[in-house]
């Protein structure tokens, strides 16, 4: 593989990344966002009959939950805990309703249906694995080669003024995506793509920069 190659295969690597994450933040988003409203369904369990359509349009909302593997385990140990609190207190009335024998009936359905943590899908890893072959460059390669060596020197000078006074890493990529999205600034995205990258590899919560950097790409290409 020579050296066009293997850049393309990083860009591309790279785009799937960060398209990737992008939809498990939006995707993880609207799961915290279910996952909160039963927590709150369950500390505010005094009014049966409220009590009893809450948890009924929550379960018609989120039925595909218990079959799936849409969530990650410790959504559904919060799941299950507010689960659990809503149950004892719809059993504590010997003389429940329909209504409610029907929600304890899908509680235990979700139960009976939730996967052994062994089971559960953990998100898929790619692995890049670069070799070198031999270098057979013809002159567009060769003005490629040139061309990204450009692109390197202007970002790296970009790096050093954007992080002369700066104490975090995190502080730069703001920065970054701010030029990148307010003035269309390529170098700043590229920039910004690789810091995020970056601080992926070294175990940073980068779903929110993610977003942002979808963001100024669009802005400069044009499309905001």
């Keep these: 593989m020579n050296r066009i190659d293997t850049l393309r295969s990083l860009e591309s690597t790279l785009e799937s990344f960060l398209t990737r994450a992008v939809c498990l933040y939006e995707s993880q988003t609207g799961v915290c966002e279910g996952v909160n409203r039963l927590s709150d369904i369950a500390s505010n369990s005094d009014n049966m009959s409220k009590l009893t359509e809450q948890i009924g349009n929550w379960f018609a909302e989120h039925r595909e939950w218990a079959t799936g593997d849409t969530i990650l385990s410790a959504d559904r140990s919060r799941i299950n805990k507010a689960l659990s609190s809503i149950q004892n207190r719809l059993t504590e009335d010997q003389n429940a309703s329909p209504a409610i024998n029907k929600i304890v009936t899908e509680i235990d359905r979700w139960r009976t249906n939730d996967p052994a943590p062994q089971q559960t899908k953990e998100p898929d890893r790619q692995t890049?694995?670069?070799?070198?072959?031999?270098?057979?460059?013809?002159?567009?390669?060769?003005?490629?080669?040139?061309?990204?060596?450009?692109?390197?020197?202007?970002?790296?000078?970009?790096?050093?003024?954007?992080?002369?006074?700066?104490?975090?890493?995190?502080?730069?990529?703001?920065?970054?995506?701010?030029?990148?999205?307010?003035?269309?600034?390529?170098?700043?995205?590229?920039?910004?793509?690789?810091?995020?990258?970056?601080?992926?590899?070294?175990?940073?919560?980068v779903s929110p920069f993610v977003k942002r950097l979808k963001e100024a790409e669009r802005a400069v290409r044009g499309d905001l």
């Design 128 to 205: 890049i694995v670069l070799r070198r072959g031999p270098e057979m460059v013809n002159g567009k390669e060769a003005d490629s080669i040139g061309a990204f060596s450009h692109l390197f020197d202007r970002v790296t000078n970009l790096y050093h003024d954007a992080s002369g006074n700066k104490k975090h890493i995190m502080s730069v990529l703001d920065d970054t995506l701010k030029s990148a999205s307010l003035q269309r600034n390529r170098d700043a995205l590229v920039l910004s793509a690789f810091i995020i990258y970056h601080l992926k590899l070294n175990g940073y919560k």
